[in-house]
Nanobody, 112 residues
Framework: QVQLVESGGGLVQPGGSLRLSCVVS????????MGWYRQAPGKQRELVAS???????TYADSAQGRFTISRDNAKNTVYLQMNNLKPEDTAKYYC??????WGQGIQVIVSA
C-alpha cells in the first residue's frame, strides 16, 4: 500500500515562508500527477497546486504567484514552496497521488 508522508509545516509569521515536502513510497512515482490540498477548520478541502507527470503545474488563484509546486522523481518527493504567507493560508495541508492516495496531512499556522 502506498504511503505519503508530509513534512515541513509549522508556525510562521505573516510574510514568512515554508517548504512542504511529501515523500511517496513505492514505484512509478514519476508516472503520477501529484497535488497539494488544504483544509481549514469549517471549510472544504481545496486544491492548492498540482503538477503533472510531465511537470505541468496549476495553481489555485489564492496560491498563484506565492506558491510553487515542484517534484524530484529521483527522490519520490513533491514540494510546495510557500512564500509571503498570509493568515488565511492557515490550514492542514495534504499531498495526494493521482486521484487515489492521500497523506496524513500537516498543519500550517500563519500568525503573528
Amino acid at each position: 500500500q502506498v504511503q505519503l508522508v508530509e513534512s515541513g509545516g509549522g508556525l510562521v509569521q505573516p510574510g514568512g515562508s515554508l517548504r512542504l515536502s511529501c515523500v511517496v513510497s513505492g514505484n512509478m512515482f514519476s508516472l503520477y500527477a501529484m497535488g497539494w490540498y488544504r483544509q481549514a477548520p469549517g471549510k472544504q478541502r481545496e486544491l492548492v497546486a498540482s503538477i503533472s507527470s510531465s511537470a505541468i503545474t496549476t495553481y489555485a488563484d489564492s496560491a498563484q504567484g506565492r506558491f510553487t509546486i515542484s517534484r524530484d522523481n529521483a527522490k519520490n518527493t513533491v514540494y510546495l514552496q510557500m512564500n509571503n504567507l498570509k493568515p488565511e493560508d492557515t490550514a492542514k495541508y495534504y499531498c495526494r497521488r493521482g486521484y487515489d492516495s492521500w497523506g496524513q496531512g500537516i498543519q500550517v499556522i500563519v500568525s503573528a
